[in-house]
């Protein structure tokens, strides 16, 4: 898991935070391309949910206020953040430092 590094600025940690989203997206792409056939519809399915999930994170970071009610219900536990994924479970009950 990816730690904060706390004597980056706020706004140095998000460009670091949006260039390691970035780079993540791209190596599920590439893993994908190694295992999968471009031409098998699970690559297709899962291409659609990388570039899905790519769009709407980029729309959520331009919503403004859409993303400071995000941060305000995640800080208050109103919304789950964990992730479960077969026997993976992605916890996101870590501090959030919004």
Do not use: W
């Amino acid at each position: 898991m990816i730690k904060p590094n706390t004597t980056m600025d706020s706004t140095e940690q998000a460009v670091k935070n949006f260039e390691n989203i970035k780079e993540s997206l791209k190596g599920l792409y590439e893993i994908m391309s190694i295992n999968i056939s471009q031409n098998d519809i699970y690559f297709k399915l899962a291409s659609d949910n990388l570039i899905g999930l790519y769009h709407n994170f980029l729309d959520l970071m331009l919503n403004e206020n859409g993303a400071k009610q995000i941060k305000k219900k995640l800080r208050n536990c109103e919304l789950e953040a964990d992730i479960p994924m077969g026997n993976l479970t992605i916890n996101g009950t870590k501090k959030l430092n919004f």
